[in-house]
């Protein structure tokens, strides 16, 4: 009982976090009842409980009706922090081994994909306070550190440091130049 209402509590910081970011919400129960990236989130919460403890198929069916109702794919065997906000959520991809850290965005069109079909992690690691910009691909076996920014349509193959901006095909890191005049 204790762990329910641990989730409740998760789940409820989840759509506070939803609440905050988004200036188009207005109220909780709006994030809660209408925001595909929410829903997603509560869906996926419930197949990856499945998916540790084995329940292979019935996770699987939980993230495909999950990604037909809401247009987002998170396969049940991914790892997902607390307060991720999905922002407007269709087209976007997480596979299997890849790993979210808390309090990170994403945002439409975005793919945490493999660049391999063998057993082995194969998906990207993405540590806290990311946010990947609309039409991002993230794939391989990467880190991507802390409080990183990738920039939209970016497609970013090797791993990044902590607190770098990374734009374009392939992905590069933005040096910022003070001026000292």
Not at 20 to 48: C, E, M, Q, W
Request: aromatic content about 6%.
């Amino acid at each position: 009982m204790k762990c329910f209402f641990r989730c409740i509590k998760e789940l409820y910081l989840d759509a506070k976090n939803i609440q905050k970011k988004d200036p188009a919400a207005n109220s909780l129960i709006t994030v809660i009842l209408l925001y595909p990236g929410f829903r997603a989130i509560v869906n996926h919460r419930i197949a990856h409980f499945l998916f540790s403890h084995k329940l292979f198929f019935i996770a699987r069916l939980i993230s495909q009706i999950s990604r037909h109702k809401t247009g987002i794919e998170i396969h049940p065997g991914a790892t997902i922090g607390k307060r991720l906000y999905i922002d407007h959520g269709m087209g976007i991809v997480i596979g299997e081994t890849a790993i979210i850290g808390d309090n990170c965005t994403i945002y439409h069109g975005v793919t945490l994909g493999g660049t391999k079909s063998d057993k082995t992690k194969r998906h990207p690691t993405i540590k806290n306070g990311v946010l990947i910009g609309c039409g991002s691909k993230v794939l391989g076996n990467i880190t991507i550190g802390n409080d990183v920014k990738i920039g939209a349509n970016s497609v970013v193959l090797k791993d990044i440091e902590d607190n770098k901006t990374v734009v374009g095909i392939p992905g590069e890191i933005v040096i910022k130049r003070i001026n000292k005049s």
